[in-house]
């Protein structure tokens, strides 16, 4: 008999094919996160879980289910914020993610949200959409120019790497980066500076891991270390930013616009950021396209099978 896998989400054919495979599966096909009585019957009823996004196994979850018959949260993603990954390892659930496959995506989306709002690519495209525009001139929708700039880089992982890569190579751009820990050899031209110097950039991207180290690491006093004309963007996760804190710099002027794709309490996003045309807003597009989310779906369904045959998952974060 397989053992059982419940996968929270739809995932790609090929991925459920995979799984289907080798595991009795129950997937759960809706769009919202498990409720709270759904997550405690995820760990009670399955044998392992495929969890992602908004999935918040958290102390009092594993707390409720104290001999959880769930080995591992297989987590769908390279962020794994919304498991708790020490109350995993104490209830004796394993957890595993998806790194490497997410990278080059999320890097292309950062580079995306940077020409969008510097170039104001949204507005224009609403202005003609709706009919409004009136033809070329010369000073019309003038926006910010993107090659020779300096790009600050908070968190210089697998991801600030790619996006410095593709600004350097791609646009001349003179990379600075702040990392919390010492990196050798950056494998471009970059230099690791301290917060306030990377803040003072022209474009501002963050790509730290979600977590309780990096909550809020930007703020208002981070806000304050940008230039009146810098431009903010965030393809990290959305409760690294002190959203209060973006509307307030950017409503007072403090900083020129943003680009975003996550927000601290997505899918909810703030009327204020709704309403202010320098602001890009996607709708968490990072990984989306079918070959990257079919990868992170078969890396997924590897570590799950890994767990069944007794091995190490290959992902583990929590050993």
């Not at 995820?42 to 495929?50: E, G, I, K, N, T």
């Not at 002190?242 to 950017?250: F, N, P, S, V, Y």
Request: net charge negative.
């Amino acid at each position: 008999m397989n053992p059982t896998l419940l996968i929270t989400r739809r995932l790609p054919d090929r991925v459920l094919d995979a799984a289907r495979a080798r595991f009795d599966v129950t997937l759960r096909d809706r769009i919202e996160p498990l409720s709270a009585d759904e997550l405690r019957a995820a760990l009670r009823d399955y044998d392992a879980v495929l969890p992602t996004l908004g999935d918040r196994f958290q102390p009092d979850v594993f707390a409720d289910v104290p001999n959880p018959r769930a080995k591992i949260l297989a987590n769908f993603g390279v962020g794994y914020n919304h498991i708790d990954v020490e109350a995993a390892k104490a209830a004796g659930v394993a957890v595993s993610n998806t790194p490497g496959a997410v990278t080059d995506a999320t890097a292309d989306i950062a580079l995306s949200l940077i020409l969008m709002t510097a170039r104001r690519l949204g507005e224009g495209e609403r202005i003609l959409r709706a009919g409004s525009w009136e033809g070329w001139g010369p000073v019309q929708m003038l926006g910010t120019h993107v090659t020779g700039k300096r790009l600050g880089i908070i968190g210089f992982g697998r991801i600030g790497k790619a996006i410095a890569k593709r600004c350097h190579f791609g646009f001349d751009m003179e990379v600075v980066f702040y990392n919390r820990s010492k990196v050798e050899g950056p494998g471009l031209p970059a230099r690791q500076v301290e917060m306030a110097e990377a803040m003072a950039a022209d474009f501002v991207v963050v790509a730290v891991p979600g977590g309780k180290a990096t909550y809020h690491l930007i703020d208002a006093k981070t806000f304050d270390m940008m230039k009146p004309s810098g431009i903010f963007v965030n393809i990290s996760r959305g409760d690294v930013v002190d959203e209060t804190a973006l509307i307030d710099a950017l409503q007072a002027g403090r900083i020129a616009g943003a680009g975003l794709d996550v927000y601290e309490f997505e899918p909810r996003v703030p009327a204020a950021l709704i309403a202010m045309e320098n602001v890009t807003l996607l709708p968490h597009l990072g990984t989306a396209c079918l070959e990257v989310r079919t990868s992170m779906g078969m890396m997924a369904v590897a570590n799950l099978i890994a767990s069944a045959d007794g091995q190490v998952p290959p992902n583990l974060v929590n050993p």
